[in-house]
């Protein structure tokens, strides 16, 4: 077996979901779905959908109101 191939590819996989942090995330979700109300069967379709379809990451904290220092010149800052 080549391990080395194996760890490519897996690191690829952990990239293209977001990196270990959404891994993180991810692993967050699974466990309250775990936990919550619902068959075997159900908590398995939520988790399917939920690893099928990864909320949208956020590597950033949201932006907060523009101040004078990155207002574009010549325009005037939000009120």
Same mark, same amino acid.
């Given at each position: 077996?080549?391990?080395?191939?194996? *760890?490519?590819? *897996?690191?690829?996989?952990?990239?293209? !979901?977001?990196?270990?942090?959404?891994?993180?995330?991810?692993?967050?979700?699974?466990?309250?779905? *775990?936990?919550?109300?619902?068959?075997?069967?159900?908590?398995?379709?939520?988790? %399917?959908?939920?690893?099928?379809?990864? !909320?949208?990451?956020? %590597?950033?904290?949201?932006?907060?109101?523009?101040?004078?220092? %990155? %207002?574009?010149?010549?325009? *005037?800052?939000?009120?």
């Amino acid at each position: 077996m080549n391990y080395k191939l194996f *760890a490519n590819v *897996a690191k690829k996989m952990v990239d293209k !979901r977001g990196g270990t942090e959404a891994l993180k995330q991810d692993l967050d979700e699974l466990q309250k779905i *775990a936990k919550g109300k619902g068959s075997v069967a159900t908590k398995a379709g939520k988790a %399917t959908e939920a690893l099928k379809n990864p !909320r949208p990451r956020q %590597t950033e904290p949201p932006a907060g109101p523009a101040d004078a220092s %990155t %207002t574009p010149k010549g325009s *005037a800052p939000p009120h």
